[in-house]
């Protein structure tokens, strides 16, 4: 039996006749609370999100998303877009409203020649890095391979390639998109050029991307893996991480981290990847590798998709989590004892802190050239709480604000969109920057009314 929960905007129920019209005409399945298969569909892998969306429309097809953005515009309906659902602050789903959910839009293909990637707006990074890899390829992506490539990318995208390689947004060549008035547009340099700037690190704000072409590069075996230390050797390994990237080549890319092992065991460490010729990666490696006695050398010669897989365990499906992330002006010896005292003190096995350094690629990116404006050589700390118990939330959101709050005199102010749990004031302004006053002109232009609302939100300009 389904339940009428399909409201709009003002709490009023949607006329039943409309919602039958429109489940006649969508291809793909159009979901109401009861039916088989809509409480998976309202499930993602952050159990701290529990929303129960009024209905989910499953596409199949761009013209599928045009059919929903059309019925949410005239039933005025809250909507969010679904991609892989990864984003930890849940705004893949939303209480009453519509979710366009596009994890049926799968399809990813290569062209080798080119070296081009079409991606549709519902693939996962396993779904591109399997084909590409086919071609000795990879596109630059994220680090979790469940990761849904479409919010991944509209927030910036930052993963083993990165010193090398840049940002998913400085590889992507153009998108097909669905704007708010149902139109569907392709977004590149020669072809509505502002939204796809706006595009590159504006979030969601814009459309709803249904499909992208990236630039991928040869890449296929990297020499990756886990180097791991116990605990007491945190300052001194952190230190020596710290001064070695320093002068790194750009084909490393390394995050030290404050973790535990799979058995609870706390351990700092550093997971590292080199993307040259891996006789090349063996010397540059060589002085983190002779450094301390290390409980686990795992840094070893493997295909790239299975260096994508490496941590997916350290982020399970169904646990609870809240992150927070800051760029910090430097990693100093005072802000390594600090992250140190206040990791001691977590009681969750699978939260961790992971110290992350971008130099390279993305920095030689403008500020003004893409949406996304933190370019500058920096590090970025992510705190990432995960824990079992919905028992334990508040000690572990309280544990992440503390550190949070502590590291607020090194930080820059700035953060990655993709690595927020919460809302806070002013967060957009601070989210882009120097480019928010560009990006609310484009969001007036793209969409005056806010349809898509659920997202680092840029509010239009009144």
Not at 183 to 208: C, E, K, Y
Not at 226 to 231: F, H, I, N, V
Not at 323 to 351: G, N
């Amino acid at each position: 039996m389904h339940l009428a929960t399909l409201r709009q905007r003002d709490g009023k129920h949607v006329d039943p006749d409309a919602i039958s019209a429109f489940r006649g005409e969508f291809k793909g399945q159009a979901l109401l609370p009861g039916d088989a298969g809509y409480e998976a569909a309202r499930t993602i892998w952050n159990a701290s999100i529990d929303k129960h969306p009024g209905l989910i429309a499953r596409c199949t097809s761009a013209s599928d998303v045009i059919r929903a953005v059309n019925f949410a515009r005239a039933n005025d309906l809250l909507v969010a877009v679904k991609s892989g659902g990864h984003n930890v602050a849940g705004r893949s789903l939303c209480d009453d409203g519509l979710v366009i959910d596009l994890s049926q839009m799968k399809h990813v293909s290569v062209d080798a020649e080119t070296r081009t990637v079409y991606v549709q707006g519902g693939a996962l990074l396993a779904d591109i890095d399997r084909q590409t890899h086919l071609h000795g390829l990879a596109v630059p992506t994220g680090v979790v391979s469940g990761t849904g490539i479409a919010g991944l990318t509209l927030g910036g995208g930052v993963g083993f390639l990165v010193r090398k390689y840049g940002m998913t947004i400085d590889n992507l060549l153009s998108c097909e998109v669905v704007t708010a008035n149902g139109d569907l547009v392709t977004a590149s340099a020669d072809s509505n050029a502002d939204l796809f700037w706006g595009l590159r690190g504006g979030g969601g704000n814009f459309g709803i991307v249904t499909s992208f072409v990236f630039r991928a590069h040869p890449v296929k075996t990297v020499l990756s893996g886990l180097l791991l230390y116990p605990r007491a050797d945190a300052r001194e390994v952190l230190r020596h991480y710290r001064d070695f990237m320093k002068t790194a080549p750009e084909e490393l890319t390394a995050y030290g981290a404050l973790l535990s092992t799979p058995d609870g065991v706390p351990v700092v460490g550093m997971i590292v990847c080199y993307c040259g010729d891996v006789a090349e990666g063996e010397r540059v490696l060589a002085p983190i590798r002779q450094f301390g006695t290390p409980v686990l050398d795992g840094i070893e010669p493997m295909p790239f998709p299975v260096m994508q897989s490496l941590i997916e365990q350290s982020f399970p499906d169904k646990s609870y989590n809240y992150w927070k992330s800051t760029f910090v002006k430097a990693i100093d010896d005072d802000t390594i004892d600090l992250l140190i005292e206040h990791a001691a003190r977590t009681t969750s096995p699978l939260t961790s802190v992971i110290i992350e350094y971008y130099a390279g690629a993305p920095t030689r990116v403008e500020p003004t050239q893409t949406a996304f404006a933190h370019r500058a050589p920096q590090y970025n700390i992510n705190l990432t709480a995960q824990w079992l118990d919905a028992a334990e939330t508040d000690q572990h959101i309280g544990w992440t604000r503390a550190l949070f709050d502590a590291l607020r005199p090194q930080s820059t102010g700035a953060y990655l969109p993709n690595f927020f749990s919460d809302e806070v004031p002013d967060q957009a302004k601070v989210a882009f920057g120097a480019n928010y006053a560009r990006l609310a002109a484009l969001k007036t232009k793209y969409d005056p009314t806010n349809f898509f609302s659920l997202n680092q939100n840029i509010k239009p300009m009144r």
